[in-house]
């Protein structure tokens, strides 16, 4: 069966940085879209970013310029890069696997991670 398992997440302080992995198993990763999503106390989850193919990338307006995703086909991991985090960054980031273009919905995304905390103190 499928498996994504995030890591990487934790405290910083505003202006820090964090890298996120999720590695996946029991699926073509190559042929996915990978993203990025985060939910935070009391809101819904949110796109932050997705990756198709190794080239294709769509950031959330809220993270453009600040983060990276990027994804190692070989070792079936995805990442992502969080620079100058602010406290508003703060939530539970998942990670999520799509078979179709990259799209901001939940919905269009089938598989997801059990989420790593990332928390950021100002």
């Known amino acids: 069966q499928v498996q994504l398992v995030e890591s990487g997440g934790g405290l910083v302080q505003a202006g820090g940085s964090l890298r996120l992995a999720c590695a996946a198993s029991?699926?073509?990763?190559?042929?996915?879209?990978m993203g990025w999503f985060r939910q935070a106390p009391g809101k819904e989850r949110e796109f932050v970013a997705g990756?198709?193919?190794?080239?294709?990338?769509y950031y959330a307006d809220s993270v453009k310029g600040r983060f990276t995703i990027s994804r190692d086909n070989a070792k079936n991991t995805v990442f992502l890069q969080m620079n100058s985090l602010k406290p508003e960054d703060t939530a539970v980031y998942y990670c999520?696997?799509?078979?179709?273009?990259?799209?901001?919905?939940?919905?269009?995304?089938?598989?997801w991670g059990q989420g790593t905390q990332v928390s950021v103190s100002s």
């Open positions: 990756i198709r193919w190794r080239t294709y990338t």
């Open positions: 999520a696997v799509g078979f179709s273009a990259i799209s901001v919905r939940v919905e269009d995304y089938k598989y």
């Open positions: 029991g699926l073509t990763f190559s042929s996915t879209t």
